[in-house]
């Protein structure tokens, strides 16, 4: 039984085709006083009526929740989900996180900082057997889970809306993205790859220092994890452009495009953006079911 979070209900159910597995009646509801309130397989999930103790789909089920962290609400929301599904009866629960909010927290940058990564995997941990994470920001963020957490690597399936690309160049933003790029060039099936060096001055100011690769007249694709506020990959698409570069296409992981990001990117010239469904936008065209199933 697949239970989907909020931000999450498409790719659910690019999950549920891919494993075969149902999906549970969930509904979403905010109270007056803006807090947030889910209802599992319940009296409420399928728009009403019933006995508010009776849940008797998931008693006994292996249960994935399919959640996105990709708000307060959503951890909530989350904790909400285990706490319900736990209640329900469930046998066992595996919580897959598709993005997972706080990761780039992932240490104490100042005196007196928390490491809020550690935080809300401790919070999550108490609701589940184990958890799946899609390409956290680092791979140690999973040791600040109490149970065991693995991670899946959804890049390759950036490579499928990608054809006739000329000459490819596939370029990820910075050192810490480096193995993203040959990633989606493997799943291409062919082109070159490399990496800019990026220096970041605060939240949405950053410097690219170009490679050596000529870019002149081809096809670049730009890999990253995350476009948040668009600023690594539009200082990367203006680097490009001031060297003739033929076409620009931005691709990542999770597509957050946070705020003003759509217009940075197209006023520095981007020809396409695209991403997987961890975070659900117009942009998500890919789906990283595929993976996520392989891992249940
Ligand atoms: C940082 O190391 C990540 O890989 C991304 O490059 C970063 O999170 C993108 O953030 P923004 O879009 O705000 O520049």
Sequence with gaps: MIVAGSASQSLAVALSAATGRDLAAVSFEAFPDGEWKVNVGGSDADGGGGDADSTPELAGEEVVVVASTVSDRAHVELLQLQDAVREAGASGVTTVIPY????????????????????????????????????????????????????????????????????????????????????????????????????????????????????????????????????????????????????????????????????KLARAGVDRIFGTDTVERPESVVSAAPVIADAL
């Design 100 to 263: 997972m909010g706080y990761a780039r927290q992932n240490e104490a940058f100042l005196s007196g900082d928390p490491v809020s990564a550690r935080a809300v995997a401790r919070a999550i941990s108490t609701g589940t057997d184990r958890v799946v994470t899609v390409n956290p920001h680092e791979e140690t963020v999973r040791e600040f889970f109490d149970v065991p957490a693995t991670s899946v690597d959804a890049a390759p399936r950036l490579a499928e809306p990608l054809d006739d690309l000329a000459d490819p160049l596939f370029l990820s933003p910075d050192a810490g993205a480096i193995d993203l790029a040959p990633s989606v060039r493997d799943a291409y099936g062919v082109g070159e790859t490399d990496h800019f060096e990026k220096t970041r001055h605060s939240g949405e100011e950053v410097a690219i220092e170009p490679s050596e690769a000529p870019v002149e007249g081809r096809d670049v694709v730009l890999v990253d994890d995350i476009v948040a506020t668009g600023s690594t990959m539009s200082e990367s698409i203006a680097v490009l452009h001031d060297r003739e570069v033929e076409s620009v296409t931005v691709t990542c992981v999770h597509p957050l495009l946070a705020r003003n990001a759509r217009l």
